[in-house]
Structures are given as C-alpha cells and as structure tokens.
C-alpha cells in the first residue's frame, strides 16, 4: 500500500487563501481517483473534492464550490487543493485520500489542520 503525506495547513483569517498538498509514495496511483475530505469536531468526515489521477473532470462538495480547486501534478505524484475566500466553516483536519476505479477510498494520509479565524 502507498503512502499520503498532506501539508500546507496552518491558521488563515477568513476570506484567506491557502494551498494543501498532498504527496503520494510507495506505488504508482496512476489509475487512482484521488480525493480530498474533511472532518470538524464533532462532525463525520466529508467529501472535498475528487479527481481521477488520469485526467477527466473533478467533483466538489456544494459548499465548497467555487471556492476550492483540486489539481494534480503527475510528474511530482502530487494532488493539490486551493482553498480561496476561507470561511469559518471550513476549520477542520484535511486528509487525502486515494481509490481504485469503482472501490471506495482505502488509502488514506495523517490529516493536515486547517484553521480559519474571524
């Protein structure tokens, strides 16, 4: 099984920006769907945003659409989320995660925490 590192969280003022990232290892994703979830206290985890490492179109949860873009860099093994006009709702721990055509997400990283003050 690979391995998904995230990194750019950290503590934004609302209506900030920040970039999250997300470096796949260990095994060659190039037919995964990727994807981005979330999680606030007290909340289930929620999805992001998806795109398939192959290319094709991405998908976004209502609330974050317009605001957030899912990229990806083949050549670096790397997804990426761009978060814009960060909102207070949007606080919570980031996590990638990866999936086969057709299977659920089974490959998950440690989480990255994001912070969004007033």
């Known amino acids: 099984q690979g391995q998904l590192v995230e990194s750019g969280g950290g503590l934004v003022q609302a209506g900030g920006s920040l970039r999250l990232s997300c470096a796949a290892s260990?095994?060659?994703?190039?037919?995964?769907?990727m994807g981005w979830f979330r999680q606030a206290p007290g909340k289930q985890r929620e999805f992001v945003a998806a795109?398939?490492?192959?290319?094709?179109?991405?998908s976004y949860a209502d609330s974050v659409k317009g605001r957030f873009t899912i990229s990806r860099d083949n050549a670096k093994n790397t997804v990426y989320l761009q978060m814009n006009s960060l909102k207070l709702d949007d606080t919570a721990v980031y996590y990638c995660?990866?999936?086969?055509?057709?299977?659920?997400?089974?490959?998950w990283g440690q989480g990255t925490q994001v912070t969004v003050s007033s």
């Open positions: 260990g095994r060659t994703f190039e037919t995964y769907t």
């Open positions: 795109i398939p490492w192959s290319g094709g179109s991405t």
């Open positions: 995660a990866a999936r086969r055509p057709s299977r659920a997400y089974d490959n």
